[in-house]
């Protein structure tokens, strides 16, 4: 199974977002999209989801254009998960979760539907938050529920934007640690945008690095992430610390902080 992106090009009104961007997100793989705000991370995904559209260029799923398939079936082959949920803030987190069930579900939740609903709370630790409404949640809170949302959907393809920017270390490394189980146990493919590099680097088995809407390198984690791409993109002095564990991106703070100042000074 295979999700191919050919030749996208996005636009929103006249100002063009994205530009000829392709790729492919491999069966059972973990592909993170890296780059600075503004680069067009969002953008993709949306339009992957079907949330925006393209102005040209193939979206296929399995050999076959996404526009053949019908809303539902496409709901249920991709499930999405955005930095919010701002339509749901009513429900409470069980019917939240419940939401995922919708594209396989005729008329009534069937007991299996139920136990997957289940299963994807207790994998986000949100069991006894059932009750709540979506309102009495923290940020965080509310990003596990919609990610157990997702999982409760059974796609066969993952799009998360951002989805640990809500969280607390601790909970970061679980949500990282719950998209390496989904891939490994042969339950879907992710499509990952995060900010922290080094997440990217230790959990991505392909990296996708954009800047100003083009995909600026794609490939392994060692092949995209090296000193010249990250610090040409992000413009931010850094360092590549090696250690047992491997690489890891820091920014060189005092650095950057008196190139900042010598720039101010120049004004």
């Known amino acids: 199974m295979t999700l191919t992106i050919d030749r996208l090009n996005v636009w929103y009104g006249s100002?063009?977002?994205?530009?000829?961007?392709?790729?492919?997100?491999?069966?059972?793989?973990?592909?993170?999209?890296?780059?600075?705000?503004?680069?067009?991370?969002?953008?993709l995904i949306?339009?992957?989801?079907?949330?925006?559209?393209?102005k040209s260029g193939i979206i296929s799923m399995n050999g076959v254009e996404l526009s053949q398939y019908s809303r539902n079936e496409v709901a249920k082959k991709i499930g999405y998960v955005p930095q919010d949920f701002q339509y749901l803030s009513s429900s409470t987190v069980l019917e939240a979760v419940i939401l995922g069930r919708r594209p396989h579900v005729q008329w009534t939740l069937k007991p299996q539907d139920l136990e997957i609903v289940d299963t994807a709370m207790e994998m986000l630790n949100i069991t006894s938050m059932a009750e709540k409404m979506l309102t009495e949640l923290s940020g965080g809170e509310r990003q596990r529920v919609f990610i157990a949302r997702a999982i409760a959907q059974k796609p066969e393809y993952y799009l998360f934007d951002e989805p640990t920017s809500a969280l607390d270390i601790r909970h970061q490394i679980d949500v990282f640690s719950m998209i390496r189980t989904i891939t490994r146990s042969g339950k879907g493919s992710v499509f990952?945008?995060?900010?922290?590099?080094?997440?990217?680097?230790h959990y991505a088995d392909r990296v996708i690095l954009m800047d100003k809407g083009r995909i600026i390198a794609q490939g392994t984690p060692d092949e995209v992430m090296t000193r010249d791409h990250i610090i040409s993109v992000y413009?931010?002095?850094?360092?590549?610390?090696?250690?047992?564990?491997?690489?890891?991106?820091?920014?060189?703070?005092?650095q950057a902080e008196k190139t900042e100042q010598y720039h101010q000074g120049e004004q």
């Open 235 to 254: 413009d931010v002095p850094m360092q590549f610390i090696t250690t047992d564990a491997g690489q890891y991106v820091v920014p060189d703070w005092i």
């Open 192 to 201: 990952v945008a995060v900010h922290d590099l080094n997440f990217a680097y």
């Open 46 to 54: 949306k339009t992957l989801a079907g949330i925006i559209e393209p």
């Open 15 to 43: 100002v063009q977002i994205l530009y000829d961007i392709c790729f492919s997100i491999r069966d059972g793989e973990i592909l993170c999209v890296i780059g600075p705000n503004g680069s067009g991370k969002s953008t």
